[in-house]
């Protein structure tokens, strides 16, 4: 008998271009196949999907958004979720995190980043893209001590996003921060914080292996350049379901 008869669906917003042709994607599609264990759809939202791909579901969506990559990514995310067939709930993913142990996407809980609103003070669009989500937060008196854009898989209501989606325009300039602006809105408190589930793995880095105490390895395009496509090569040799080569 199954014991996760309710299946979770993976929703992977894709962007335009790979630096790394699309290897990020193989290998973490191999890391969901391996590990997830109510695995339901893959969807890959992008106008851009790799041909290689198989067995997932493609929405074709562009990117709209000059300089605003999170609105590109809430468009992206909102055409799944209008899709009625998605499950209830779903897992926010990206192409450049990989699952390492068997886990039930179902039981996720929501991840926060310790970092608050002062310890976003430089001038990266990133930075100010936090801030004016904090700030949007306060006005409606919703007061984050962390924030939710800890670089992991996320469980979302499908429901819940178009609604809360919907309720700000996402799209000025400089945006919001889209799991921060989800769990805020959503007023869904942080369970656990990042570094007790993920490994950060950031610039061209040269791993000894692959972290055994850690659920999650999330990544930068500068850390492929190191030896994790290598490592994680040898942890999924197996080309999975949604590859044709």
């Known amino acids: 008998m199954d014991i996760y008869p309710r299946k979770t669906d993976v929703v992977i917003p ?15 599609l191999r890391s969901v196949e391996r590990c997830v264990l109510d695995l339901g759809n893959i969807y890959i939202i992008s106008d851009a999907a790799p041909d290689w791909l198989q067995n997932v579901k493609v929405i074709p969506v562009k990117d709209r958004h000059v300089r605003n990559k999170d609105a590109n990514i809430i468009d992206k995310l909102l055409a799944a979720a209008d899709r009625p067939e998605l499950s209830q709930k779903f897992v926010f993913w990206s192409d450049d995190q990989f699952v390492l142990q068997p886990v039930a996407l179902q039981l996720l809980p929501s991840v926060f980043n310790r970092r608050c609103r002062s310890d976003f003070n430089g001038d990266k669009i990133w930075h100010r893209r936090m801030r004016n989500t904090f700030d949007l937060l306060a006005r409606k008196n919703i007061h984050l001590q962390y924030n939710f854009d800890s670089h992991v898989p996320q469980l979302m209501d499908k429901e819940l996003f178009r609604k809360v989606m919907r309720s700000v325009d996402y799209t000025v300039a400089p945006g919001y921060c889209v799991n921060t602006l989800y769990f805020g809105l959503a ?10 589930l993920k490994a950060t793995v950031e610039k061209s880095a040269i791993l000894p292996k692959l972290p055994a105490d850690k659920l999650f390895i999330g990544c930068n395009d500068e850390a492929m350049l190191g030896n994790l496509p290598e490592l994680l090569t040898e942890y999924f040799p197996e080309k999975s379901r949604c590859e044709k080569w």
């Open 187 to 196: 007023k869904i408190p942080g369970v656990i914080p990042q570094e007790r």
């Open 14 to 28: 894709l962007g335009v271009g790979s630096k790394h042709n699309n290897m990020e994607l193989r290998m973490a």
